[in-house]
Each structure stands twice: as C-alpha cells, then as structure tokens.
C-alpha cells in the first residue's frame, strides 16, 4: 500500500502561484511513477501532469503547459505540482496519483490522496 496525503492548497486570485506538495509512505517511493489529476464541480477527473520514477520525464494537459511544473524528490518521498499564472477555470480538488506503471489516465493509477482545494477568484 502508498498513502499519499495531498498539501498546499487554498484560495488565491487569478496570476498567483501556490505550490502543492503530495507526501508519500508506505513503500518506496522511487518505484512508482506519480501523477497530478483535478476535479472541478460537475466533471470528471482530468490529468493535469505525470512524472516518471526518476523525474527525468514529465507530461503535461495542454491547458496548464507552460504555467505548471511537476517535479519529484525521491529523498523527501514527495511530488510537487508548481502552479503560476493561475485562472479561475484551474478552480479544482488537485488529486496525487501513485502506480509503479507510467499511466495517463486517471483509472489505471492504483493509488491515491485524498485531495485538496485550489480555488482561483477572478
């Protein structure tokens, strides 16, 4: 089993950063490769970044290409998701994902935090 536990969000106005942070236990961290999903009211669940074990490879969703980064500290057991430039429309709970695979779909994770809240005021 991994518990992932998900930290960082809030409230913030459109142009800020906030940084969210997803600590992980439970089993080596550097056998799994991690992702970032978020869920606004009403949605379904979208991929926003991946990451592979090392940290050598990222992907991102086109809508957040360019503003957010993804990186890893395999030493800290923790996965970041830096988010600048934010919109209202990045309003969601961002959601940790753990599987020892590269998946990109939220289905195909086998582990998960609980979430926490980014809210965007315009």
């Known amino acids: 089993q991994v518990q992932l536990v998900e930290s960082g969000g809030g409230l913030v106005q459109a142009g800020g950063s906030l940084r969210l942070s997803c600590a992980a236990s439970?089993?080596?961290?550097?056998?799994?490769?991690m992702g970032w999903f978020r869920q606004a009211p009403g949605k379904e669940r979208a991929f926003v970044a991946r990451?592979?074990?090392?940290?050598?490879?990222?992907w991102y969703a086109d809508s957040v290409k360019g503003r957010f980064t993804i990186s890893r500290d395999n030493a800290k057991t923790t996965v970041y998701l830096q988010m600048n430039s934010l919109k209202p429309e990045d309003t969601a709970v961002y959601y940790c994902?753990?599987?020892?695979?590269?998946?990109?779909?939220?289905?195909?994770?086998?582990?998960w935090g609980q979430g926490t809240q980014v809210t965007v005021s315009s």
């Open positions: 439970g089993r080596p961290f550097s056998n799994f490769a």
């Open positions: 990451i592979n074990w090392t940290g050598g490879r990222t």
């Open positions: 994902a753990a599987d020892s695979g590269f998946p990109s779909i939220p289905s195909d994770y086998a582990y």
